[in-house]
């Protein structure tokens, strides 16, 4: 559900760009790139880090949202896949909606292949980073809906994974379904005679 | 396998499939096919009186064909749940005038041919799929003769000859003729680590140690047997593995590093004759032996692709299923509270499978413990100012979450907002744009489009890409630092159904050249089926381009898996060689000419307005 927030007098985003070690660095120039975004519309902070997800890294993001009082931030580093939870979270902790958070990936879809064209991949990341900031523009805060979990799991395949997740989950008191295909539990462990390395039966 | 039989928190459905799953994390709703066992097995005790008077006998699966079964059987003596099961395909008693003699003996009356399927329903909040493997059948590699000799067996045929419960009691004996074979052969990688298009080209992780393992036996139970191993490379990398290898080597198995070319029989005595190169003396050499394994390799489930599309996964390229992460989330599924554990993931070994499986249930555990979870706040909303009522978003819906409109009542359509899953097909279908995705709202991508093209526009490939598949794919190619050039530029969307035409046309009219959008294949759609709407809607934009003389394969269409970055680097060169072939003037026409569209919508909107307004105000007149 979004917000119903006041409009912010005026946007004031920040933009970090991470070198990620030599992963960014190596490849795309992250100082030009900083430089680059210190003349896009509405930034208002600029801050290259050596890894931005590491604790330092986050604390700066941190500061800057309170010392310049962003209302909007982009990280220009790595996959969101990997990373926007933990972002989200460091915006979160220094009092942001999560949702005003955007993610730029200048490593898998740029550093990494593009490692032969320095200048065209710095180019790009100019190009990426402008188009985070661009929607960073129209970002709104969000909440996010809080569902219940219903107290029981489904297993499916009664093989000695299955037996085992089963049973670790029934021991921590969880109810579960194990739902097997053949007439009988056991999988192809139970064809086995021994197992290794203990030599020992499989049933 | 007791244990989880009789655990008072498991309720065992064995002879059950899954049938459905929809809902999301914490909230799934299961139905599960309990098929018609005709055996109670609350009641069977496995007495076996059954078993003794059935006609009927046919192979035994789970010896590997070396024994017969009955119709109505106990799969093996520790089966849980210890209950006999009827195989109604081969009973006779279909018709049970014909035969009824299992159900005359047994005194608990406990079979009952009329038996039906079952659906149960239930709910759960977690789901972790542990379907295992199957394993590699070499009858392609037809130079080891495993259809043409019969001293030619498998692995797992191994372990039930050698196997005390087997057909033979334990008495490790040759197929031709029943007698103890005195030299036993291992040929490696059967089906594993090819280059030749047979089998696969991945290793099986597990054949090297089992068939260690298989000389250990031998050695254990025939001293003085003699056993060789024909291998590429030994991988004992586990825990312990080396040391077994050790043992091996020092108990005089021979290791023979070369995999045999052909194999031939001796018509006599069946006695088979390996040619083998030794790599390591580089001589050819000739091995007589009076039985042969294939050390077989894992595959994934023949059966796969029902669990992938019930929970909605994905394959890498060796046919396994894709973990969330490969270091950092192994036995996540992208889908938040669904689990992957075993070899449903990869070929792994007990200890390995075992170790998943706790990995699998703690990862579940902090769901089930926590009680409660956030959803991303990636959700549709109306905007009833906006809508018209036509209800096409409740037909679009694949998760059936948008309650119809009604143009007669004046009734707008309604999101529940815990049934959307948020793909955004809703949003990229309304007419009227009266639908907005939070997140990912048309302004937002917009704004990315716009901005992209604000500088250079001729050399920009743009590229939507769904967030689970091709966005993904592009980071797997990144992962595996494939190169490919610089001009393609991902705008990502949750899923390609939410690549609104404006998005396209947008981009063509600021000067792109070109324009890819790449999505989930069908059969792997995060959003059940909301892909069918991306080409759909890029059947209409192909026609448009089309007729407005826009070279339509200006706009191309791929589908890219989370797995084939190969795929999405080979992808983004063949785009950058289509996009060198756009003319200047093809981009200048495209711009003016949308230019000019889009100056036609509007006239057309100011007069559907101005309309509406009059409309409104005769009705209020007329009031």
Known sequence: ?203 | MMDVGRHPNVELMSFSEVESVSGFVGNFHVTVRKKARYVDPSECTACGECEKVCPVAVPDEYQQGFSSRKAIYLPFPQAVPSSYVLDMENCLGNNPIACGKCADVCEKECINYDDQDELVNFEVGVIIAATGMDVYDPTEYDEYGYTRFDNVITSMEFERLICAGGPTGGHFIRPSDHESPKSIGFIQCVGSRSKDGRGNPYCSNICCMNTVKDTLLLCDHYPGVEAKVFYMDIRAFGKGFEDLYIRSKEEGVKYIRGIPGDVVEDSQTKNLVLNVENTTTGKIEKHELDLLVLSQGVIPRRDGAQIKQLLTLSSTSDGFVMESHPKLKPVDAPTKGVYIAGCVESPKDVKDSVTQASAAAARASILLNAGKTKIEAITSNVDIEKCNYCDVCSKVCPYNAILSADKKTNKPPTIIEAACAGCGACAAECPQDAISMRHFTDEQIMAQVDALLSVDPHKHLIVFACNWCSYAGGDMAGTSRLQYPTTCKLIRTMCSGRVDEKFVLQAFRLGAPMVLVSGCHFSDCHYINAVHWTQKRMDRLWNKLDRLGIRADRLQLEWISAAEGQKFAKVMRDMEEKLKQVTEEEIEYTMKKLEEEAKKEEEKKAKKAVKRAKVTQDQEVNA
């Open chain 1, 1 to 203: 559900m979004a917000v119903k927030t006041k409009e912010p007098e005026e946007l004031r985003i920040g933009v970090f760009v991470c070198e990620c070690g030599l992963n960014i660095q190596g490849t795309v120039d992250c100082t030009s790139v900083s430089e680059y975004a210190e003349t896009m519309p509405d930034v208002v902070a600029v801050i290259q880090n050596k890894y931005t997800c590491a604790d330092p890294g986050q604390n700066e993001i941190k500061k800057a949202i309170a010392e310049h009082n962003l209302n909007r931030v982009v990280v220009a580093s790595c996959t969101p896949k990997i990373h926007e939870p933990t972002f989200r979270q460091c915006v979160a902790d220094a009092g942001l909606n999560p949702y005003l958070f955007e993610m730029v990936n200048i490593r898998e879809h740029c550093s990494w292949v593009h490692q032969g064209e320095k200048d065209f991949a710095t180019e790009k990341a100019k190009d990426l980073v402008r188009s985070g900031v661009a929607r960073a523009r129209f970002l709104q805060p969000q909440i996010e809906a809080e569902v219940p979990i219903t107290k029981a799991a489904l297993v499916i395949g009664g093989g000695v994974t299955g037996i085992q997740t089963a049973l670790d989950l029934a021991d921590g008191g969880h109810k579960v379904y194990l739902v097997e295909k053949e007439p009988t539990i056991g999988g192809i462990m139970a064809a086995l005679d021994k197992t290794y390395p203990t030599m020992d039966c499989s049933i």
